[in-house]
């Protein structure tokens, strides 16, 4: 028996693979997570421009410049992958399918050990040249 409800889900899901509107509050928290991937990528661009610009060189030829591309490119590749992820993790939503997993994390948890330890040592050979 197809109630009132049911009908109303159907029209939702307007034969488009099973999608539906889903709740606003999910849609509004999955742009949240989108916009914090980009937060992420600009502040990693800041960082390259600020390390290339301000910090003096250090002791390790070309270190500086090394540790700003490396910030640049994972800028990059958050920006670049954060829409994708976003537009998943929707159509997971419609579909009340479970959310798809992130290879974003783990680069970024990655990537952000390597600066760290690439820094530490910058900073434990000694200063700027």
């Not at 290339?52 to 920006?79: D, K, N, S, Y």
Request: glycine share 10%; net charge neutral; proline share 6%.
């Amino acid at each position: 028996m197809v109630t009132g409800n049911d009908r109303g889900r159907e029209e939702e899901d307007g034969g488009d693979g099973g999608e539906r509107e889903p709740d606003y509050r999910f849609t509004l928290a999955n742009e949240r997570t989108f916009l914090a991937w980009i937060r992420t990528g600009v502040s990693l661009l800041a960082a390259a421009v600020a390390v290339r610009q301000l910090v003096p060189a250090f002791a390790i030829p070309h270190a500086r410049e090394l540790l700003a591309v490396v910030c640049a490119l994972l800028a990059v590749v958050i920006t670049g992958g954060a829409y994708p992820h976003w537009r998943r993790v929707q159509r997971a939503i419609r579909r009340d399918a479970p959310l798809p997993g992130s290879w974003l994390l783990p680069v970024l948890a990655v990537v952000i050990t390597a600066i760290a330890s690439f820094t530490t040592v910058l900073v434990w050979a000694g200063g700027p040249a």
